[in-house]
């Protein structure tokens, strides 16, 4: 009757293992390998990837994140990234802003204050965007040629 404890802990693992293994870090190939299938956008894989930010994930995978993909080139003949025109420039500037600011009003201007200034679309950069679930869920891409960085935006709720 005692060993009742033994099958509980053993589902508490599997479960902790579950919740927590979305997060162990993968490699850099594996990680655009996992945007391509999950959102169709095409990248090479970059030469370095930094977390910018991330929410945590919760039980159901809800969060959001920043990824930071640097490149000692990007040849974006490579990409399915178009081109911010004075004509998209606007929209794409309120879909970055829409992101930053549930973060900003967590975590408080400092921090959220850095990431923005890094990411603050600009005509000439590059972008791609993909949504799901009514839009509740997106994934956004803006490659700032300058910097040679693709900053990934992904918001899953």
Known sequence: MKKWWIPITMIAIFALYM???????????ELV????????????????????YSSGASFHGDGEWIHALSYEELDLEQTNLYECTDAIIGEVEGRVERFLSPIISREGESEAA????????????????????????????????????????????
């Open 19 to 29: 919740i927590f293994s979305s997060s162990i870090a993968t490699s850099p190939a």
């Open 33 to 52: 390998k996992s945007y391509e299938d999950e959102w169709g956008i095409k990248l090479p894989v970059p030469d370095k990837v930094e977390e910018l």
């Open 114 to 157: 850095a990431i923005a200034e890094k990411v603050s679309p600009e005509t000439g950069d590059y972008y791609y965007r993909n949504s799901k679930n009514s839009d509740n869920d997106y994934l956004m891409a803006l490659y700032k040629p300058a910097q040679r960085i693709v900053y990934i935006f992904e918001w899953n709720q």
